[in-house]
């Protein structure tokens, strides 16, 4: 356990610093230049006049994100110990004739401002582990589904030239499937396997599956064979967590021993209407945090975090606006959460 007390460890809690709560647990966010974060996790005399805007539109609405600048990564590892970055899921790091592209450059200019002790998680690009891809309004085949070389040469090799030793890990999502537009769960093993095992493993690999059909005993089994984590998701059409341990045969599979818990959006809600009611970030929205399945989110994540201790593994918990209205908040009511059963067992 920490040789912090538990009341210094609230109190460094509730000024957002997460680096201490508990030695299995590391806390991070998905993306991090959130301008409503800014009185939180990015001091106001640094960034207040600093902040940028894109404008996006979501289910017919526009909404103006804010933005504070990349150099901001070295106060957000002040207070978290992983970031996970998401920019990388919509194209590789080195695009046609393998020459470096718009990603190369921003995810180069995390690395110069991170500091050494930073660990990031990357999202593979989704031209690599999609099934089908939308274009033009509408969902195609992707024709560079599990292509390994691909993933190698684009996305791999360039991120570890530009992390090193901070990639801690890449996170392959793939995207919802119906039953009748999916293989089978052994088919889909099969396939994944294949992909797998012409790419090398030494950046460990978290598999995020968003069809609850393909979470089959034997799809789990060869997590744990290969040594894959399975990612814990709460989000739209998944299980929630306490569904998906159960469903790993209460194990974790990752073989560097760590896990991820991925904390999106509230089950049955679209990304959409979690971004318009989360929007603007700086604080939590009461439709997302104040219901029965965000107090269950909250005990599902607490209750892994000491599976992954009682396993001797290491739970990086990663929290989105989206679940929350504000992924700082969402991180601080979990670890207090996780100080409160650390109480109760040394009382018990």
């Keep these: 356990m920490s040789t912090v007390s538990i009341q210094d460890r609230r109190s460094a809690i509730d000024a957002y610093d997460f680096r201490d709560v508990h030695p299995n647990v590391r806390f991070g966010t998905a993306s991090d230049r959130y301008g409503g974060w800014i009185g939180q996790i990015y001091p106001a005399d640094r960034y207040a006049d600093r902040v940028s805007t894109r404008s996006r539109t979501l289910g017919g609405e526009t909404f103006e994100e804010r933005r504070v600048p990349i150099e901001s990564v070295r106060d957000y ?115 994944l396997d294949a992909f797998f095992d012409a790419i090398p493993d030494e950046v460990q690999s978290h598999v995020e599956l968003r069809s609850e059909h393909l979470l089959s005993e034997s799809y789990f089994d060869w997590l744990a064979a290969r040594g894959l984590g399975h990612v814990f998701s709460h989000w739209t059409w998944l299980p929630a967590i306490r569904r998906q341990w159960s469903l790993t045969g209460e194990r974790l599979t990752a073989k560097d021993g760590q896990v991820v818990a991925r904390l999106l959006t509230p089950r049955d809600m679209k990304y959409a209407e979690a971004y318009a009611k989360a929007y603007p970030f700086d604080e939590p929205e009461s439709a997302l945090a104040d219901t029965e399945q965000a107090r269950d989110m909250v005990l599902d994540t607490t209750a892994l975090a000491y599976r992954a201790a009682s396993q001797n593994a290491l739970l990086n918990v990663i929290a989105n606006n989206r679940a929350w209205g504000n992924a700082p908040d969402l991180n601080r009511t979990i670890a207090h959460r996780i100080l409160d059963e650390e109480e109760r067992q040394h009382s018990s």
């Design 77 to 191: 590892f002040e207070h978290f110990e992983v970031l996970e970055i998401d920019f990388t899921f919509y194209r590789p790091l080195l695009e046609e004739g393998d020459e470096p592209g718009s990603n190369y450059f921003v995810l180069s200019n995390y690395a110069d401002h991170a500091p050494g002790s930073a660990s990031f998680l990357l999202k593979a690009p989704q031209k690599f582990f999609a099934r089908s891809i939308r274009r033009d309004g509408q969902f195609v085949d992707n024709p560079g589904f599990l292509d390994a070389d691909g993933y190698v040469e684009t996305f791999l090799e360039p991120a570890l030239d530009i992390l090193g030793d901070r990639l801690d890990g890449v996170i392959f999502q793939q995207e919802y499937q119906r039953v009748a537009d999916s293989p089978s769960p052994e088919e889909n093993v099969e396939q």
